[in-house]
């Protein structure tokens, strides 16, 4: 059984991954490769593929804001674009799709764990709330602090948004819990201070918020990144519910 279940998560993962990737390239990837002129002062289109010269940084800077699409910062990178490879030996679209596939067999898992340990079973009835109440945690509140960022905007530190963006995700996850799955008075309460605590203490910022991106591209960039992923979280929540309905319940 426990077998069955892992394999669903799996290949519904593996469903929300392939669609995400074509999401990513129509609505966020032409943004990124806009604002990467803006930072290399209109170096042209072969420097401007910089942002996702790697599989990792493609998925950090859609799923989380803490590594942005600019912090790659490695002057000497491959800038031939696809011919290279970035993964190996993947052009630069087959890397960012592997590494979809991993993010969204791990972000399956992890809906899984959670199904399990809080006794909830999901259901293509409720896959849907699932997938949103994990965009929620995982991206949206998360964003209110530390919104998705583009090349050549500012910065705080790494770590402190490392730090800053996993308690909110923790935080904002147990909010979620309390305020959805339980109906005690005092779990309302606890609910809503642990969905505010993280942006009461506030996410670290940048002491310099000078740009050459102008700010209008970067809003787009951050509704789009936003977008994509809800898509994401919402094909994995029904992907997952439909998988555990057919294939996932014992016979």
Do not use: C
Not at 143 to 172: C, H, K, M, N, T
Request: glycine share 12%; no cysteine.
């Amino acid at each position: 059984m426990i077998v069955r279940t892992l394999l669903v998560a799996i290949a519904a993962g593996l469903v929300a991954g392939i669609l995400m990737t074509g999401a990513q390239h129509v609505k966020v990837v032409p943004l990124i490769l806009h604002a990467e002129q803006y930072e290399n002062g209109g170096a042209g289109e072969q420097q401007s593929l910089l942002p996702l010269s790697s599989a990792h940084e493609a998925v950090a800077a859609l799923f989380s804001p803490v590594v942005s699409a600019h912090a790659h910062g490695d002057k000497h990178a491959d800038t031939t674009g696809d011919a290279g490879g970035i993964l190996f030996g993947l052009n630069r679209f087959g890397g960012t799709l592997v590494a979809n596939l991993v993010a969204g067999a791990g972000f399956g898992l992890l809906l899984v764990a959670v199904s399990l340990l809080t006794g909830q079973t999901i259901t293509l009835a409720n896959g849907i709330y699932w997938g949103a109440a994990a965009w929620l945690a995982v991206q949206f509140l998360p964003a209110i602090g530390l919104p998705p960022e583009l090349p050549g905007f500012p910065y705080a530190d790494l770590q402190a948004r490392q730090i800053w963006w996993s308690a909110a995700v923790i935080s904002s996850a147990a909010g979620i819990y309390l305020l959805a799955l339980r109906t005690e008075p005092w779990a309302k309460f606890a609910g809503l201070a642990a969905l505010a605590a993280p942006h009461i203490i506030g996410a670290p910022q940048p002491g310099d918020i000078e740009s050459a991106v102008p700010a209008l591209l970067a809003a787009e960039y951050s509704v789009a990144a936003l977008a994509t992923t809800l898509f994401f979280w919402l094909v994995l929540g029904l992907s997952l519910g439909f998988l555990s309905d057919r294939y996932g319940r014992p016979e």
